[in-house]
């Protein structure tokens, strides 16, 4: 493994974070991989407990218009205390879905650390914007089903520190694209942004292409499987044919460029940027924007982790990272919250 790049003046992990994400990683052996046993239930109640803090929520989102879930870790004396305790938010990736998290090891980490919340949405193949143009009748403000609706609803139910110190969100592959573009257009809500293997490129490659005067692209769900998936068992949403948004994604060059990490970083003052925390596998071609991103984040002296290990595009990768992204932005929401030394 390489520890890459920290930048300076920031709030990021100190050292004991460090050493103990290497532990953490040293006993990723013990992984116990999280079985998902799922009931029948009525909307707003817990569907799913595997292991014992792991559950599943059913919810109505009005952002998109249809009853949605999320995985939620609690941590293991939440019943028998008053306490309020940070979130980290886990978007997942394309093809994937809420429980992805929860089978590459988030229960595990989630118990070393003991007091922390660990929600999983789900955001389909949606990219996790709010789409410039719908059709079928749906309603696709992705970003709004997130930092609305999801937040909103764990706030609402769980004992959460409901301020920006104590909320963290971060993701892999589109789900580190969302992460940051989330959480910069949205800084005022999120204290550390992370993202693992994150295809940080997306928005930039479709602004240029609607400069050059390429049509806009919309998605094709035909292009994607219609076999219905029962683990998701979201009625409408549970095949990747039903978890593409018909529409299109962006229609102007300033539609995407307002979702572009790269663009987004030189619109928030330095005092209320948020720490970044980056990382990719070195036989990953999306490591490159990464320490591209990196690079323009140390010459703006702008708080930020990178950090890189042996790996690709895959699920090997990912059951690693989440040790150290996990550990790392928990650190930071603690000492943003005035619980380590200075």
Known sequence: MTRGVRGPATVVAPLEALLFASRLVAMRAAIPLAVMLVSASSAGVVVAQQPTNLRTVEFQSPAVDRTM?????????????????????LLHGVGQNFTTWSRLGAPFYAEQIGDLIVVMPDGGNSWYVNWAESAGGQKNAWEDHIVQDVVGHVDANYRTIARREGRAIA?????????????LKNSQMFISLGSTSGALEHARTAAARLRAGMPPAAADPSQRSGQVNPQIGIPGFSSQAERTPLGI??????????????QLVNTIPRHRFPHIYLDSGTEDGLIEPARELAMVLMQKDFPFDLMQMSGDHNTAYWAQSIGHLLTIQYEVMRRALGERPR
């Open 69 to 89: 879930k999320y995985n939620i870790l609690l941590p293991p004396d939440y019943e028998a205390s008053d306490e309020r305790y940070p979130v980290l938010y």
């Open 171 to 183: 993701g892999l592959s589109m789900g580190g694209f969302g992460a940051l573009a989330l959480g």
């Open 249 to 262: 994604e962006f229609l102007t060059e300033e539609q995407a460029s307002a979702y572009d990490p790269f």
